[in-house]
């Protein structure tokens, strides 16, 4: 068979559903073979940076790896935004992109670019394809990387290999991947001795807590620890548990801030992130994940490198005979009543007031479903999520480590299609709106149906935040927005303005019942975030 066919047929039997691209000429032959078939779904993109954006955020939600296409040159270079997401959040992504005809590499060529050398930052494999008999081998190749090492993989196929035919196997399955992690019984006992001694304990969870949830919930409630939560864990205990007390950094809360300078112990659980300039300098630390290049460096760091299903029965047992200390207990369910009415108090505005970010996500999860994703874009409202929005079992989805802007929309798109009975919330900036403002007809051609809220405060929030201060005169940062609901309206999406405070609710619950794709325009205040480190009660760690 042709190579088009071979790789599509391919795909198929691994278990591909989607593949997210932009045509060109360099790829049509594969675009041609897809379109003839009906197993693997073609989600055409308006821009590559997007489709690779939809790519990365599927493997985010499923763990599995996804696919996404461009044609050569400008189409390759467009994906590396959304690759450089799925490389720095390490999520399995193959980018399968057309190249030159065999006959043209290394000259030059139109649109010739040596695609392995611009991709080699970003991937854990990349090779060009120059010869049908190579597909098979190279395809099987990138797939394995990419689930082995959770990172990005890329094919560059020559645009006549195409064509050509292979005698290529197909194979049925791809090897079963596991990430196992033999655990070492002194090390998690060693750790044990810190959480036995300790009398004021602290626990921050990450992301990869969230599969061993109630174990995490237990121990904490076994140590009498408080709980901390990074915007990544936001739904793995639901925030009205007495021990949780918010999260950490500029994200965080005051009473998080209060906990850690009185703090003996912090125990982390699944997260990699490490915020020095929000953790006490002297602060005994142990940190358990299962990938040794996420422990930390820090001279007071014990760390365990196992699964947390392999640790936490192994201390709850160690931990049996000790005795909680409830005055720490009780102070950490005192910290817990101050956060609730912190978000009580950066909410309260009068009815004709244009709407806080804070007032926005405090409203949506009094109305949200309580099993939602909520996807984020990047931008000041992110942290006003992380500080306002009192999560139940949600699951947010965002850009990590790489924190784009534009990732917002892609993302949602991604989700909706990938669990299309799961209610999908998307909160955009008005300036990361505007990045992929042409994906929302992406959105409206393929019938996903979410809620897409844009914060439309006319500026870059974050940006001139930091600008002020840094001590500099904001200056780049205003934005002249064009009218987003006529912008809806045109892409065929239902949109409305909420004007005030006193229409938010209402419009959300709308919204929300309709289940059909929405854009909210929501008129919000001017930046209003408070530095959170400016206070921080005791020396830090940088």
Not at 71 to 86: H, I, K, S
Request: glycine share 8%; net charge negative; charged share 20%.
């Amino acid at each position: 068979m042709k190579v088009a066919q071979f790789l599509t047929d391919q795909l198929a039997l691994w278990g591909v559903k989607r593949i997210y691209g932009v045509a060109g000429d360099a790829i049509f032959s594969w675009l041609d073979c897809m379109g003839k078939q009906g197993e693997v779904e073609y989600i055409a993109c308006k821009h590559e940076a997007a489709a690779a954006m939809m790519a990365s955020a599927e493997a985010k939600l499923t763990g599995r790896p996804t696919v996404c296409t461009a044609t050569m040159g400008p189409g390759t270079v467009n994906l590396l935004n959304g690759l450089a997401d799925a490389h720095a959040d390490r999520v399995p992504v193959v980018a399968i992109t057309g190249q030159v005809e065999t006959y043209k590499l290394g000259g030059a060529y139109k649109q010739y670019i040596p695609q392995e050398d611009v991709i080699r930052p970003l991937a854990c494999y990349t090779t060009t394809v120059a010869h049908p008999q190579a597909i098979g081998d190279v395809l099987h190749k990138a797939f394995v990387a990419a689930m082995h090492q959770k990172g990005v993989a890329h094919l560059a196929i020559c645009k006549d290999v195409f064509e050509r035919m292979t005698s290529a196997p197909l194979v049925p399955a791809l090897p079963r991947v596991t990430a196992a992690v033999r655990p070492d019984r002194m090390e998690m006992d060693y750790a044990a001795e810190y959480l036995i001694r300790s009398r004021r304990p602290l626990i921050l969870l990450g992301i990869g807590a969230r599969i061993s949830a109630e174990g995490c919930r237990k121990l904490a409630e076994q140590l009498g620890a408080g709980i901390l939560l990074t915007l990544g864990a936001k739904g793995v205990l639901d925030e009205s548990h007495p021990l949780v007390i918010g999260g950490l950094g500029e994200g965080g809360s005051e009473s998080a801030l209060h906990a850690l300078a009185e703090a003996d112990l912090l125990v982390i659980l699944g997260a990699t992130w490490f915020p020095r300039a929000f953790l006490p300098k002297e602060l005994a630390i142990v940190q358990v994940d299962t990938n040794a290049e996420s422990i930390h460096a820090n001279p007071l760091l014990h760390s365990v490198t196992a699964e947390l299903d392999d640790v936490l029965p192994l201390w709850m047992r160690r931990l049996e005979s000790r005795r909680i200390d409830h005055a720490w207990e009780e102070q950490v369910e005192r910290w817990h009543a101050r956060f609730w009415e912190e978000t009580q108090k950066i909410t309260e505005q009068n009815p004709d007031e244009l709407v806080k970010p804070q007032t926005l996500f405090h409203t949506l999860a009094n109305v949200v479903r309580e099993d939602a994703i909520i996807v984020l874009d990047t931008g000041e409202h992110t942290l006003w999520f992380n500080r306002a929005f009192r999560s139940k079992q949600q699951l947010p989805l965002f850009s990590g480590k790489w924190r784009t802007m534009g990732f917002g929309l892609p993302a949602a798109i991604a989700a909706k299609l990938t669990y299309p009975k799961r209610q999908v919330v998307c909160i955009t900036g008005d300036g990361g709106f505007q990045m992929h403002l042409a994906e929302l007809m992406t959105a409206a051609e393929h019938q996903a149906s979410f809620l897409l809220i844009v914060v439309n405060n006319g500026t870059l929030g974050l940006e001139e935040m930091k600008m002020k201060q840094a001590g500099y005169q904001p200056f780049g940062v205003k934005l002249h927005n064009p009218d987003f609901v006529l912008w809806a309206q045109a892409c065929g999406v239902n949109g409305q303005v909420v004007q005030n405070v006193s229409a938010l609710e209402m419009h959300l619950k709308q919204a929300l019942s309709s289940e059909e794709l929405t854009l909210l325009d929501v008129r919000c205040t001017a930046p209003t975030l408070t530095e959170r480190k400016k206070q921080i009660p005791f020396q830090a760690q940088a």
